[in-house]
Nanobody, 120 residues
């Protein structure tokens, strides 16, 4: 059974940084030609949106939504079966619950998420 568990959220001031972690279990290997893993977020009163994703193949192609380009960096550690999201220059509008999932998302893979609050 595949499980993705997010961690690393918290309260940070505008301009600050956080690193989120997505620990993936139930897979033989994080490395695969068959899927990507992405970060999503949902702010209060808004729909869930895709933030960033990375293909799990050799090329590790990445994608970022326009609002986070130049500020967020997605990476992975195959040995730890973990995908990270380094978030820099955080803004109040980045406040949301952050989730990781396969791309496209699978219903059974949604976890509890991790809350990120950017506020002074």
């Amino acid at each position: 059974q595949v499980q993705l568990v997010e961690s690393g959220g918290g309260l940070v001031q505008p301009g600050g940084s956080l690193r989120l972690s997505c620990a993936v279990s139930g897979l033989r290997s994080l490395r695969s030609d068959d899927y990507a893993i992405g970060w999503f977020r949902q702010a209060p009163g808004k729909e869930r949106e895709g933030v960033s994703c990375m293909s799990m193949n050799e090329g590790s192609t990445t994608y970022y939504t326009d609002s986070v380009k130049g500020r967020f960096i997605i990476s992975r550690d195959n040995a730890k079966n973990t995908v990270y999201l380094q978030m820099n220059s955080l803004k109040p509008e980045d406040t949301a619950v952050y989730y990781c999932n396969a791309v496209p998302p699978k219903y059974d893979y949604w976890g509890q998420g991790t809350q990120v609050t950017v506020s002074s």
